[in-house]
């Protein structure tokens, strides 16, 4: 891959010449390779760098002002881009080149790297925690929900139960009533009977009474 800087060799803007002698002298220090392409003296030069900086990186009348840099075909961007990467230690990002083992940027790459990792490690325990506290969780609602069952089928037969004992109870009672009525009927009929029986013995008493008095009174006439 092949840097390109676009710029004006024979610029008379002390601005435009400074920003330049920034750039190349950066990329120098950083030993970045990189091609210094000269707008000044050569059209196809300056044609081309108008034609490829993206439209929102043209000022207003529509005229890129160099230095502007380039990966091969891809545009990196202008001065000021430039500039932000090189404060935030990302010029090789900025360029799409890999950092140098050892740099202040591939430390920070690897930091970044290292923290993304653990982050993504530490959702990954969450996420395996959470799916832990949910099974336990759903296995203690099952559990629980098969408490519940048990405890209302227990309820349910101890209810059955109830219910059942008193039908039971009211069974013998209804038993140990007609058993007493049947007695206490017997018993009436039994009164009845042995009632007849005086009656009838009171009669022939009576009758046998009246026969004796009747003789009675024979064997006084006689005599």
């Known amino acids: 891959m092949v840097i390109k800087v676009f710029l004006a060799s024979s610029s008379g803007s002390t601005a435009i010449k400074k920003k330049q002698q920034d750039v190349v002298g950066f990329l120098a220090a950083l030993k970045i390779d990189y091609t210094q392409l000269d707008i000044a003296s050569n059209e196809e030069n300056r044609q081309w760098m108008r034609e490829n900086v993206p439209g929102e990186m043209k000022p207003t009348n529509g005229i890129p002002l160099p230095p502007q840099i380039f990966n091969e075909e891809n545009y990196c961007g202008d001065y000021d881009t430039f500039f932000n990467a090189k404060e935030d230690n990302a010029v090789f990002e900025f360029l799409g080149l890999t950092p140098p083992p050892g740099s202040k940027e ?118």
Not at 201 to 216: C, G, I, M, T
């Open 106 to 223: 591939s430390k920070q790459a690897e930091n970044s790297q290292k923290l993304h990792i653990g982050s993504a490690t530490e959702e990954h325990i969450n996420d395996d925690t959470t799916r832990k506290e949910i099974k336990e969780v759903e296995q203690n609602g099952d559990a629980h929900t098969a408490e519940l069952e048990e405890d209302a089928v227990a309820e349910e037969v101890e209810t059955a139960d109830q219910e059942e004992e008193p039908t039971e109870e009211a069974e013998e009672d209804e038993e140990e009533e007609s058993r007493k009525a049947a007695e206490e009927e017997d018993q009436d009929e039994g009164e009845f009977d042995k009632g007849e029986d005086n009656h009838l013995v009171s009669e022939e008493e009576e009758e046998l009474q009246k026969l004796e008095d009747e003789e009675e009174q024979g064997s006084e006439a006689e005599d």
